[in-house]
């Protein structure tokens, strides 16, 4: 959901192991998170964490917010394969972007 920049996102918190896996990754995966594309899993920074994440779209529904959860499981299964993802490991977070 979008409203002056905030929105919901659906990742998981990138973890030194994560990001030793990201870092490794084959060049042909890399646009799967590296390019920012909406379509993909896009790196965002809460706090002082980054997460790899979707975005939700406004008005998005449970069974959508499921379905996103599978997609970022599938494309962190081909990104890093030997990475294990706990299914508590993905969670929904708010997001607001910080003043320029």
């Known amino acids: 959901?979008?409203?002056?920049?905030?929105?919901?996102?659906?990742?998981?918190?990138?973890?030194?192991?994560?990001?030793?896996?990201?870092?490794?990754?084959?060049?042909?995966?890399?646009?799967?998170?590296?390019?920012?594309?909406e379509d993909f899993l896009q790196v965002f920074r809460i706090d002082d964490h980054e997460y790899l994440a979707k975005r939700a779209k406004s008005g998005t529904s449970l069974e959508e917010l499921g379905n996103m959860r599978l997609n970022l499981k599938t494309m962190l299964n081909l990104i890093c394969p030997q990475f294990v993802i706990s299914e508590a490991a993905i969670k929904i977070y708010a997001y607001s972007p910080s003043p320029l």
Do not use: C, R, T
Not at 7 to 26: C, F, H, P, R, Y
């Open 1 to 37: 959901m979008q409203h002056n920049g905030n929105m919901i996102l659906v990742g998981i918190k990138i973890n030194d192991k994560l990001q030793e896996q990201l870092d490794a990754s084959k060049p042909s995966v890399k646009p799967f998170f590296a390019d920012n594309n």
